[in-house]
Structure formats: structure tokens, C-alpha cells
């Protein structure tokens, strides 16, 4: 009993690869070793090894079995020493399921994916994008970088939880950074202070700069004053956190039923969304890209950060432009479907 414990102490010790060997080798050896015994019975080298790995799977067919004495005795030796090999594979398969899970929970594994999304700091407000995102788009994968020790949302298979600095080249390295399709920084929630928070987000951002510079960056920022830090350091888009708030508390009070139609272009049950559109080679203006898109249930608003090119509509649409339109996801996608990109 003494000898079984031991063995059975150094197996549960021993590696996956190094268990894995000793099984091949086993079921391997014992096929040669049931043919030798008998030959008759198993007829072939192929008929022993399928026999040993149904009595060590304890399947037991029946449809071929030992029936010398030699033969019962070496079935024994299976039943006592096959059975408890294979015991401990699976026991060794659940283990490593189970240890993957922990450490995907811990937010110590590194994300294998291109086309993400990366979301930087968990909060109120990155729960939202993320639910906002896997409304939209519920095949997006999405990696949540922070500081804490648990994945905030582990019950979602789609999103991926790296767990440390984020402005560290190693845990942005787990993010798969590099690949990703953009990049969003939320200020910091678990920071009082305003200056502390853009300072710890610029940090973030410098660093992803850095490493890939070609991932499009949104960041939010809580001080006004920062704003050119931000643009210095090459962020594609910011946000003031506490800005939009204010202006349209602002245009309710001046203009009663304003902050109706810019809510509702915020809720994604309205219908009615901010989209970009490609631009149809056959728009030479402004006015033609207006008319063209009106026809098809689009309203243009904006090439880029410009909401003035109503009043220039006989201007060319430069090379560049980038075209954004207020309209429902089905004329979008129609839109979509029919233009060509410049």
C-alpha cells in the first residue's frame, strides 16, 4: 500500500507532458505485450491497442476479450494500473481547465485576437461602452485593462479581462495592443483629484502611443485646460468628461426640447444613430453628397469635426473627407452597401 501511495504522490507531481509520455507509452506497450499473449484472439497489433483502451476507459464492448490465463492476468494488471493512469489524465484535464479559469478571472492571461477593442479602466462609464459596443456589434471581442484583481464581468465570453498597469509595455503587450482596433481611456474613478486623473490618462495614452501608434485613441478628460497635452501626445479623439454634461444642461435652459434630440441620438432604442458613410466618387460637392443621401433617408451633418457644411454646399469634397450622417441602421447599412470609397 506504502508502494501505491508513493507512485501515486510522484504522478500527481509530475508534469502534463511528462504524464502524457507515460500514458502513450503505457497503453503503446501494453497493446504489443496483449497481442504477444494472444494473437489468436486479437488477430492483429491494431485489434490489442483498441482492446486496451476500452478496458482502460472501462467501456468493456465485449467484443474481444482475454481467455487465457496469461491473458486474465495481464486484464487485471490493466484494470488496477490502466484505469488508474487515465484516472489521472482526466484528473489532470480538470485541474488545468480550472487553473485557465482562475487565471482568466485574475486577468493574467494574454489576449490571442486581432480587431478589439481595448477599454482602459473599469467604471460606470466603461460598462456602458461595453454594453453599448456588444449591442451594436455582438461579436466584437473587447479586452478590459485595471488595476483590481477580478474580471468585472467574467460571465461574458466576449470580454477579456488583463489585470495591472495599464500604462506598462508588458500588460499592454497581454492586450494585444498592437492589433487592436482602437483604444478608449476612461478617466480613472477611484482618483478625487482632476489633474491626477488627466495626468494618469495621458500616461496611458503616451505609452500606447508609443507602441502602436496607428491604433485610434479616444480618451476622456475631466479639465478642459488639458486638452492640448492630449493633442500634443497624438490622441485621435477626446471627451471632456463633465463638458457635455454642463453644455446641454445649459441648451435645455435656453432652448426648451434641445437636450430631447441629442438624447435621443444617445440611446440606442430610438432608431436613429450617427453613422459614417462611405463617399460615392459621383459627388463632386457638399450639395450632391446632401441631395444623393437625403433621397436614400440620410440627413448629412458633418465631414469630420465640421457641422458647418451646410452652408458651403457648393464646396468639393476634399480627398480626405470623412463623412458622418444622422440615420437608421438599415438606410446605413444600405448606404453602405451602395457607395464607393474614394
Same mark, same amino acid.
Given at each position: ?6 507512485? =501515486? ?13 507515460? %500514458? #502513450?507509452?503505457?497503453?503503446?506497450? =501494453? ?50 494500473? /490502466?484505469?488508474?493512469? +487515465?484516472? #489521472? ?27 478589439? %477593442? ?7 462609464? &466603461?460598462?456602458?461602452? @461595453? ?10 471581442? !473587447? ?21 495591472? $498597469?495599464?500604462?506598462? $509595455? *508588458? ?22 483629484? /482632476? ?7 495621458? +500616461? @496611458? ?5 508609443? !507602441? ?10 475631466? @479639465? ?17 468628461? *463633465? $463638458? ?13 426640447? =434641445? =437636450? ?27 450639395? $450632391? ?31 480626405? &473627407? ?16 451602395? /457607395?464607393?470609397?474614394?
Amino acid at each position: 500500500m506504502h508502494f501505491f501511495i508513493r507512485l =501515486s504522490t510522484r504522478l500527481m507531481h509530475m508534469s502534463k507532458t511528462t504524464i502524457g509520455v507515460i %500514458i #502513450l507509452t503505457f497503453v503503446l506497450l =501494453s497493446a504489443t505485450i496483449a497481442y504477444a499473449i494472444e494473437p489468436a484472439t486479437f488477430t492483429n497489433w491494431f485489434n490489442a491497442f483498441y482492446w486496451v483502451l476500452t478496458t482502460m476507459a472501462t467501456v468493456g464492448y465485449g467484443d474481444y476479450f482475454a481467455t487465457t490465463p496469461a491473458g486474465k492476468i495481464f486484464t487485471i494488471f490493466l484494470y488496477i494500473f /490502466g484505469i488508474g493512469l +487515465l484516472s #489521472l489524465v482526466i484528473g489532470k484535464v480538470i485541474d488545468s481547465i480550472a487553473e485557465v479559469q482562475r487565471q482568466r478571472g485574475a486577468g493574467l492571461l494574454k489576449f490571442e485576437g486581432r480587431e478589439h %477593442i481595448v477599454i482602459v479602466n473599469w467604471g460606470k462609464k &466603461a460598462r456602458s461602452a @461595453i454594453e453599448e459596443i456588444l449591442e451594436n456589434a455582438p461579436k466584437t471581442q !473587447i479586452v478590459l485593462i485595471d488595476e483590481s484583481n477580478r474580471h468585472p464581468l467574467e460571465q461574458l465570453e466576449q470580454v477579456h479581462f488583463v489585470s495591472g $498597469d495599464p500604462a506598462a $509595455d *508588458h500588460i499592454l503587450a497581454k492586450a494585444s495592443i498592437a492589433t487592436c482596433r482602437a483604444a478608449i481611456i476612461f478617466a480613472d474613478e477611484r482618483i478625487q483629484e /482632476g489633474a491626477l486623473v488627466d495626468g494618469k490618462s495621458l +500616461l @496611458i495614452v503616451s505609452s500606447i502611443e508609443r !507602441i502602436a501608434p496607428q491604433v485610434h485613441t479616444t480618451v476622456e478628460i475631466t @479639465i478642459e485646460n488639458h486638452v492640448q497635452n492630449f493633442r500634443h501626445a497624438q490622441v485621435n479623439e477626446f471627451i471632456l468628461s *463633465h $463638458d457635455a454634461i454642463s453644455r446641454l444642461a445649459v441648451r435645455a435652459a435656453l432652448h426648451e426640447g =434641445s =437636450s430631447d434630440v441629442i438624447t435621443q441620438l444617445l440611446n440606442r432604442t430610438n432608431g436613429s444613430d450617427v453613422y459614417e458613410v462611405p463617399v460615392d466618387r459621383s459627388w463632386r460637392t457638399y450639395g $450632391d453628397a446632401f441631395q444623393a443621401l437625403l433621397a436614400q433617408g440620410a440627413t448629412l451633418i458633418a465631414d469630420r469635426e465640421d457641422l458647418g457644411i451646410n452652408r458651403k454646399l457648393g464646396t468639393p469634397i476634399p480627398a480626405e &473627407a470623412k463623412l458622418y450622417v444622422v440615420a437608421d441602421e438599415e438606410t446605413h447599412r444600405r448606404i453602405s452597401g451602395k /457607395g464607393a470609397r474614394g
